[in-house]
């Protein structure tokens, strides 16, 4: 089960390294906004639709970066 700081951390990564907004994140996984940043604060976790949206967006981010830092590989 993930927990509030798991997902602070994911957000904190896709808004700091991979660069997204706090809106990128809500159009990607059609939700508000301000949803997003109770999230990143720890007010809220998400719905369980919303936590694996969640860490779709962030394995998908975070292995492209990954993959450009070595070179594509």
């Known amino acids: 089960m993930i927990n509030s700081s798991a997902v602070a951390n994911m957000l ?3 808004t700091g ?3 997204m907004t706090m809106l990128d994140i809500a159009l990607r996984l059609q939700v508000t906004e301000s949803a997003v940043y109770r999230w990143s604060t720890g007010g809220r976790i998400p719905q369980r ?3 694996r949206g969640l860490e779709r967006l962030y394995n ?3 292995s492209k970066i990954e993959a ?3 070179g594509g590989i």
């Open 60 to 62: 998908r981010i975070r």
């Open 17 to 19: 390294t991979a660069g």
């Open 68 to 70: 450009s830092r070595n």
């Open 12 to 14: 904190l990564y896709l």
């Open 49 to 51: 639709r919303n936590r």
